[in-house]
């Protein structure tokens, strides 16, 4: 057990003093992260916020990054690209509600080429800007 008081706990494979292969780290606020380790860093696994929310996938560093999924507290649900912690690139959006959105993100907000499919069966293609609807395709 690795512990950094105040900052974070560390359970699991250790090599030359660090978090090297599969093990638990705990940080103080509830946030936990079970996953791979190499060398104190985040490789890839599942880090749960004490908000509720979840991700599973590839880390780089300690941020999201790779083909993932998150899923929020609130029961929305984000799968594909990270980049940096955040949703980039193309990727599917689904509400709680059931409606959904796939397309382009950039710094995690819709935007660019896009479709949005409403539980009723309403469906607008075409481009979004800061996660809204502009114009449909032509």
């Given at each position: 057990?690795?512990?950094?008081?105040?900052?974070?706990?560390?359970?699991?494979?250790?090599?030359?003093?660090?978090a090297?292969?599969?093990?638990?780290?705990?940080?103080?606020?509830?946030?936990?992260?079970?996953?791979?380790?190499?060398?104190?860093l985040?490789?890839?696994?599942?880090?749960?916020?004490?908000?509720?929310d979840?991700?599973?996938?590839?880390?780089?560093?300690?941020?999201?990054?790779?083909?993932?999924?998150?899923?929020?507290?609130?029961?929305?649900?984000?799968?594909?690209?990270?980049?940096?912690g955040?949703?980039?690139?193309?990727g599917?959006?689904?509400y709680?509600?059931?409606t959904?959105?796939?397309?382009?993100?950039?710094?995690?907000?819709m935007?660019?080429?896009?479709?949005?499919?409403?539980?009723?069966?309403?469906?607008?293609?075409?481009?979004?800007?800061?996660?809204?609807?502009?114009?449909a395709?032509?």
């Amino acid at each position: 057990v690795l512990k950094m008081k105040g900052i974070y706990d560390i359970e699991g494979e250790f090599k030359n003093g660090a978090a090297h292969g599969q093990a638990v780290k705990r940080y103080p606020n509830g946030d936990v992260f079970t996953g791979t380790f190499r060398g104190n860093l985040h490789i890839s696994g599942r880090y749960a916020w004490a908000t509720g929310d979840v991700y599973e996938g590839p880390f780089d560093g300690h941020e999201p990054h790779g083909e993932g999924v998150r899923t929020f507290a609130s029961g929305d649900r984000y799968e594909d690209t990270f980049k940096n912690g955040r949703m980039e690139g193309h990727g599917t959006y689904t509400y709680a509600d059931g409606t959904r959105y796939s397309g382009a993100f950039v710094k995690s907000r819709m935007e660019g080429k896009g479709k949005m499919t409403w539980p009723n069966g309403q469906v607008f293609e075409g481009e979004f800007k800061d996660d809204q609807p502009v114009r449909a395709a032509e």
